[in-house]
């Protein structure tokens, strides 16, 4: 699906309210981000049910007895009228699982030929074809039209400069207009309410020390109507930019042709410089964890890069970089939606920091969480969780029981979470417990926009409970190891929506399980469903 392009996550030392260290992943943010919404249910009849935010909007359905057929080429008239999308839609398919005997597949709304930025309809199906559950998020009506190509192509540096000027970029900044699509603010998750959506340009902005996609009204070009920002076979390209300080974006940029030249290709002999090889055997650790683990299958494909450089599409990084106006060494990582590719300091390659940040790009090409209050705490979240469950079964050095769970061990930032023990790093362990911050109607470095480092916790807590089992909040959870919560929590991944909330994170974890149970994956059983429910009731995720 389409997602923000120009995006960095990166890790950090970060100065929480605390003093605490995180892992920054400053990226797409709202210009103006309400409180979260929280959701209800309600039978639809013979066994039917379907839960709907606050707004109305339908978040998922779960069939009855009588489970209709769908075909897994399209979405079908009943789920678009269950959706309430616009008439004038249609989905188009962007991603196919076989998920055991049955499968999974995500559909993306279209109107007239323009995309609907965050939308998205994802279902599951049991081997015969039948329909089990779906979860969605799709514009119900429009205003306005697209104006015509030319006029389209004329007002594009329009787009661009209200862009520009909208964020303060500077000179230097490099601006180019992504795509044209449809905003609806809750669609998108910009916003609780708006799901009536209306023409757009999506404006990528960046610098070397942060980036924005900057949403443009398509009928009035200065008219700005989002802002995220942010901060910042397998095939491996890692260049060693040996304390280069970049000005610009595209110095980030690892390939042949480009200001960092390849250390260590695929296949290539070892470099000299150990922050090269860290990152080359990491990426290759990733991509086995997720061909093994899940159904997103190879990572050069997803996120990977071809630069027109001879060396084809790959998993590319730039290591040991220092940029303009920071401290050199730079003691940071990020992974640059732009460009494809990551971005390291040094000292900071490591397992699950590659991980980590790896599955921010895998995020951003899966469901595009949005990065502020909760759909960027489970954005943080996920990260951790496929970056410590590569990590705990690698077979590094430092995969001891005392560093299981730990992120950032054996890097230059030290220990700077623990998945297990949230709250010793001034994280919360329980939904809107001790150390939750407060979603915000203003998201913005200050306020970690929105609590996505610091509420992150509980998605953390959640997936050590549910892979080693354990008693929290009074409820015990028997572990189901890591090669079924992984399954599970990468189907979950395929499931969310864009705007995701803890509530929709526990359904369509809920569904994930029962989805995987019923399609006879990897081993998952109903009573594993049951550790499902118990771990997210031990969180108390509503």
Request: charged fraction near 20%; include cysteine; proline fraction near 3%.
């Amino acid at each position: 699906m389409m997602t923000p392009s120009t995006r960095r996550t990166r890790v950090a030392l970060a100065a929480c309210a605390t003093g605490a260290l995180a892992l920054m992943s400053l990226s797409t943010t709202a210009i103006a981000a309400p409180v979260q919404p929280s959701s209800h249910s309600i039978d639809s009849g013979s066994g039917q049910k379907l839960s709907l935010s606050t707004n109305g909007a339908v978040q998922s359905l779960t069939t009855g007895k009588d489970k209709p057929s769908l075909s897994a080429d399209a979405v079908s008239k009943e789920l678009a009228v269950t959706f309430k999308a616009s008439p004038k839609s249609n989905f188009s398919k962007v991603r196919g699982d076989k998920l055991g005997q049955g499968s999974l597949n995500r559909f993306q709304q279209v109107i007239d030929g323009h995309v609907v930025q965050g939308s998205s309809v994802a279902t599951s199906l049991d081997g015969s074809g039948k329909l089990l559950e779906t979860m969605g998020n799709v514009a119900t009506g429009t205003k306005g039209t697209f104006p015509g190509k030319l006029a389209l192509d004329r007002h594009a540096k329009d787009a661009k400069a209200a862009a520009t000027k909208s964020v303060k970029a500077g000179a230097k900044a490099t601006t180019t207009v992504k795509d044209t699509v449809w905003f609806a603010p809750a669609v998108a998750g910009t916003a609780t309410q708006g799901t009536v959506a209306e023409p757009a340009y999506r404006v990528a902005v960046s610098t070397p020390s942060k980036g924005w996609v900057v949403t443009v009204s398509a009928l009035d070009t200065s008219k700005v109507l989002a802002t995220t920002t942010s901060q910042h076979e397998i095939n491996r390209v890692i260049c060693d930019a040996n304390r280069a300080k970049a000005t610009v974006t595209a110095d980030f940029k690892c390939g042949s042709t480009s200001a960092n030249k390849p250390s260590r290709v695929e296949g290539g002999a070892a470099s000299s410089i150990a922050d090269v090889n860290n990152v080359y055997n990491f990426f290759a650790d990733t991509d086995a964890f997720y061909q093994k683990n899940t159904k997103a299958g190879d990572l050069t494909a997803m996120v990977g890069a071809n630069y027109n450089d001879g060396a084809g599409k790959a998993m590319r990084a730039s290591v040991r970089q220092c940029i303009s106006g920071e401290d050199c060494p730079y003691l940071n990582a990020f992974w640059d939606d732009g460009l494809s590719a990551m971005v390291y300091g040094e000292g900071v390659t490591t397992d699950d920091v590659t991980g980590h940040e790896l599955t921010h790009g895998v995020t951003s090409k899966t469901n595009g969480l949005v990065y502020e209050n909760e759909a960027g705490a489970i954005n943080e979240s996920m990260s951790d969780i496929f970056g410590e469950l590569m990590d705990v079964g690698n077979g590094s050095s430092d995969d001891t029981a005392t560093n299981r769970w730990k992120m950032g061990e054996g890097s230059s930032l030290g220990v700077i979470r623990d998945m297990k023990a949230p709250k010793t790093h001034q994280q919360p362990d329980t939904y809107k417990g001790t150390y939750w911050v407060p979603t915000t109607k203003n998201p913005t470095d200050s306020n970690d926009y929105g609590g996505v480092h610091s509420n992150s916790g509980v998605g953390n807590k959640l997936a050590s409970l549910l892979v080693d089992g354990g008693s929290h909040n009074a409820v015990t959870v028997k572990g189901i190891g890591v090669a079924k919560s992984s399954q599970i929590f990468w189907t979950t991944q395929t499931l969310l929506t864009s705007n995701a909330t803890y509530s929709t994170m526990g359904k369509a974890l809920t569904q994930a399980c029962s989805t995987n149970a019923s399609n006879a994956l990897a081993g998952i059983t109903t009573a594993d469903c049951t550790q499902v429910t118990n771990a997210i009731k031990a969180v108390k995720i509503p």
